[in-house]
């Protein structure tokens, strides 16, 4: 009777596609408060994957869920299970952005370029106001919980734009960037180096044409983000979403100055240290 019970509960579920979007916006959440956790393993990827088909599948979400509550409630210590608690509990405000953004996806309220590009914008703002200082450190956790949000508002802001692109100069542009923000998102993250070691195995020389340091992918990860944004801000300017670009632009150049004068301050620090 119990497994009956369940039945007819999917069932439902599944003709009521408002409840199955929830469940699969949930499960894309949970995927990336795993991925974009600071103490990710590449053992962890598994768990990513399983998430993120439950979110590419709707009717599969429901099995998924079903499964990880299965899941808590036979294995309570199981390592999968205190790793997706812990990446939740440390990353909630991540997994509501990630599950809002894929909520109004599915209920096709973002749909178009602007729509992804007016997403990105906000949470690319949030990135890159560092000034004052107090409110750069009450921006802080909702600045790590808006840089995927970020990422997938700007790829999706590329790829429409790359769909109904009308030159070859525009469609370049927003493949350079989509390529940009994934590349500085997932393989060049300062803080991990899991997923990129395992891929640099297929590297011909291995990492000696990777930047391995945690400050040279810190920066290459900024500049790819900047590049990205940059090239964001002139899709916009080509569509006269000048509001948009005027806000968007100043945050840029402060951010360029800010990175500038870092720089130079790297730059005097090394020539004082140098010896005669």
Same mark, same amino acid.
């Given at each position: 009777r119990p497994l009956a019970c369940f039945f007819s509960a999917a069932q439902y579920l599944q003709r009521t596609d408002f409840l199955m979007d929830l469940l699969s916006s949930a499960a894309m959440g949970? !995927?990336?408060?795993?991925?974009?956790?600071?103490? &990710?393993? @590449? /053992?962890?990827?598994?768990?990513?994957?399983? %998430? %993120? @088909?439950?979110?590419?599948?709707?009717?599969?979400?429901?099995? @998924? !869920? !079903?499964?990880?509550?299965?899941? @808590?409630?036979?294995?309570?210590?199981? /390592?999968?299970?205190?790793?997706?608690?812990?990446? &939740?509990?440390? /990353?909630?405000?991540? &997994?509501?952005?990630?599950?809002?953004?894929?909520?109004l996806c599915h209920r096709s309220v973002l749909t178009e370029f602007r729509h992804f590009s007016m997403v990105a914008w906000v949470s690319g703002c949030v990135q890159l106001l560092r000034e004052p200082v107090q409110l750069k450190l009450r921006l802080r956790e909702w600045r790590i919980a808006a840089g995927p949000i970020y990422t997938m508002a700007a790829s999706w802001s590329f790829v429409q734009y790359v769909r109904f692109a009308t030159t070859r100069a525009g469609a370049s542009i927003a493949v350079v960037g989509g390529i940009a923000a994934v590349v500085a998102s997932f393989?060049?993250?300062?803080? /991990?180096?899991?997923?990129?070691?395992?891929l640099l195995r297929w590297l011909p020389n291995g990492p000696a044409e990777w930047p391995t340091a945690f400050s040279t992918r810190a920066r290459y990860h900024g500049i790819l983000m900047m590049l990205s944004m940059v090239l964001l801000t002139v899709l916009l300017l080509a569509e006269a979403e000048l509001l948009l670009v005027c806000i968007f632009f100043p945050l840029l150049l402060m951010e360029a100055a800010r990175r500038i004068t870092a720089s130079q301050a790297v730059a005097l620090g090394s020539m004082a240290f140098r010896p005669a």
């Open positions: 949970l !995927a990336a408060v795993c991925f974009w956790q600071k103490d &990710f393993v @590449i /053992n962890d990827l598994w768990l990513v994957t399983v %998430l %993120l @088909i439950g979110g590419a599948v709707p009717s599969l979400a429901l099995v @998924i !869920a !079903a499964a990880l509550s299965l899941a @808590i409630v036979l294995v309570h210590e199981s /390592n999968s299970v205190r790793k997706l608690k812990s990446a &939740f509990l440390k /990353n909630w405000r991540m &997994f509501m952005l990630v599950w809002a953004l894929f909520s393989v060049l993250r300062p803080d /991990n180096q899991e997923l990129d070691r395992h």
